[in-house]
């Protein structure tokens, strides 16, 4: 019997349960980790075992969990394979999530071509584009249709989440067409910020904002570097200790000046950053709208 599309959608983050948004957020990275440690036949894990797999702190951790209800057995952990099913649950993976990628160029081809996410719960019912020359080749077994269809894929294919893959000048459009269609989840890859209604839940993943935060924190490891004629990629915090400088500004002077060594020492710290209770990491982080 199929089901209406209100009974595919997704419930805000933070809203189901009262958990917050910066754990929701960790979530899916715990889920990869056991996914791994599942895959590898581990049956148990600590949570100091999961946190520092999933590059979060045990207390921070343990939280977190305590909101799924799961608690762990002391002196054992938790139970893997229940752990897979309590945080897919939360998440929504328990059920199919019928996808619509609008954009079949090589971003959506890419994206229809991974085989990671049938295996998490989400199928990809139709590939769509403008471009004539695309529409109806064969992508990944799936046929690509014309654009125009957007609100009949969506209504044919019982649509829960929409992935945009277009250039930014399309973005929104496509965007609009979605929302008016139902659709109130999407997941964004034009580098453009889209205008929704409060009730529609919008994830922007941009890889070049990504690649720009990086560039900017190899160029303070290279800066620090320098000061101490490190070569390519060598340890900064080794350089340091090995000259026998000191490890804090405030160490390198009696009133508190700081040096040239001091100065790097702090550099080197600013690199290493200090996030916030409500950080998270992820291999490739995506940025809320």
């Not at 894990?45 to 951790?61: H, M, P, W």
């Not at 000259?243 to 002077?253: F, M, Q």
Request: aromatic share 6%; with cysteine; charged share 20%.
């Amino acid at each position: 019997m199929s089901r209406g599309p209100s009974a595919r959608r997704p419930a805000p983050a933070g809203n189901h349960h009262g958990i917050p948004d910066a754990t929701v957020a960790r979530l899916p990275v715990y889920l990869r980790v056991l996914y791994g440690m599942a895959d590898r036949g581990v049956t148990t894990v600590s949570s100091e075992e999961l946190a520092a797999a999933a590059g979060v702190n045990s207390a921070k951790l343990r939280k977190d969990l305590s909101h799924l209800g799961s608690y762990g057995t002391r002196g054992v952990g938790y139970d893997v394979e229940y752990l897979v099913y309590q945080v897919s649950r939360e998440l929504g993976l328990t059920q199919d999530w019928p996808v619509l990628i609008v954009g079949a160029g090589n971003l959506g081809r890419a994206l229809a071509n991974y085989g990671g996410f049938a295996s998490r719960g989400f199928r990809i019912a139709a590939l769509l584009d403008c471009d004539p020359g695309v529409v109806g080749t064969v992508i990944a077994r799936h046929t690509v249709r014309s654009a125009d269809e957007i609100e009949e894929a969506v209504r044919k294919f019982d649509v829960a989440i929409g992935v945009i893959a277009t250039p930014a000048a399309a973005a929104q459009n496509v965007c609009n067409r979605l929302v008016a269609a139902g659709v109130r989840s999407i997941l964004n890859f034009a580098p453009v910020v889209l205008n929704v209604p409060s009730d529609v839940d919008v994830r922007k993943v941009d890889l070049s904002i990504e690649l720009q935060i990086l560039a900017f924190h190899a160029q303070r490891r290279t800066a620090a570097a320098r000061l101490f004629d490190l070569p390519p990629g060598g340890d900064l915090a080794r350089g340091i200790a090995a000259r026998g400088l000191p490890a804090s500004p405030a160490a390198a002077s009696p009133n508190g000046r700081s040096g040239r060594g001091a100065r790097a020492a702090a550099e080197s710290r600013a690199v290493a950053g200090s996030g916030s209770e409500d950080d998270y990491t992820t291999g490739a982080q995506a940025v809320g709208t």
